[in-house]
């Protein structure tokens, strides 16, 4: 056998190893997500979804709302990050320095990140637990994420791109804004979907910030000095993920499980819901700036 044709075999058999992997983690993700949503609506009653303490919907509005907050708190704060790391930064030490603390801000635990949040946000300040706080929180979680895709995905484009850019008479900033950050809007988004379902997943950072206690009166909506207004965001509230962990482990309900079940399976399809979302929300805007079909 010659040296081609050992080298196609070897080929296709890779390809294959690959493609059976690649199904494999399909089948684990399918099986997962079955499992747990099966297992959430298994015995499922409208009353889980109501706004009562026998449901979950002011978790689940306490959850959304975070990672909204969260969102408008980091991803500013990852891309411009991103952005002076890929186009602005000079080698030398500080850049070096500047590097070494973003990995180290990466692999911090998240409860010590809670337990800084809550010295930092809730002791010094004077406040009680709130939702800013844990947005806060996790927004250090997520800077690191948002800023290393932000920066990898900006010196991946080719040369090209900015070449092109600056022989048109475009500035540095205008080449960046208006060609640049379009043209790897993709990777962006891909970092905040990362950044968003650890918002969603976060417990232990938001357990010393956000609170575990929730009391929400919704005709005080617009209200937002009123401490028990939904959209105050200096109110305390309890997550899905702080739910389910309660539920599990200190809930004196005699429906304490399938709340737990329930919420999870909620917190999946609200994971899954997001992530498609933004994908689909991507390729319309890259399809617009590309003025591809």
């Not at 992997?21 to 609506?41: E, H, N, Q, R, S």
């Not at 500047?98 to 800084?116: A, H, K, M, Y």
């Not at 929400?216 to 702080?242: A, C, D, H, Y």
Request: hydrophobic share 50%; net charge positive; glycine share 8%.
């Amino acid at each position: 056998m010659d040296i081609t044709k050992r080298a196609k075999l070897m080929d296709k058999f890779m390809t294959g190893v690959f493609y059976v992997v690649a199904g494999f983690f399909l089948l684990l993700l399918v099986a997962f997500a079955g499992y747990v949503i099966g297992k959430g609506f298994k015995g499922f009653t409208p009353s889980l979804l109501s706004f009562s303490e026998e449901g979950i919907g002011n978790q689940l509005f306490n959850t959304l709302y975070l990672v909204v907050l969260a969102l408008l708190i980091s991803v500013p704060l990852g891309i411009a990050a991103g952005i002076y790391m890929a186009e602005y930064a000079k080698p030398g030490r500080f850049t070096k320095f500047l590097r070494i603390c973003i990995e180290t801000l990466s692999s911090l635990p998240s409860i010590v990140v809670g337990l800084f949040g809550y010295l930092v946000f809730i002791v010094l300040v004077g406040a009680r637990w709130n939702l800013m706080s844990g947005a806060l929180a996790v927004s250090i979680l997520n800077l690191p994420l948002i800023a290393t895709t932000t920066e990898d995905a900006l010196r991946s484009l080719p040369k090209g791109y900015k070449q092109g850019s600056f022989g048109l008479g475009a500035t540095h900033w205008e080449t960046i804004s208006k060609v640049m950050i379009p043209a790897c809007l993709p990777r962006i988004v891909t970092g905040i979907i990362l950044a968003a379902g650890r918002v969603f997943g976060e417990a232990a950072a938001l357990l010393y910030t956000a609170g575990m206690s929730t009391d929400i009166n919704w005709s005080r909506v617009w209200k937002l000095n009123s401490p028990v207004s939904p959209l105050n965001p200096f109110r305390p509230g309890e997550t899905l993920s702080l739910h389910i962990w309660a539920s599990r482990t200190e809930a004196l309900a005699p429906n304490a499980e399938q709340i737990a079940n329930f919420s999870a399976a909620v917190l999946l399809i609200l994971v899954f819901s997001f992530s498609i979302g933004a994908r689909i929300l991507s390729r319309r805007i890259d399809k617009k700036m590309t003025g591809s079909k």
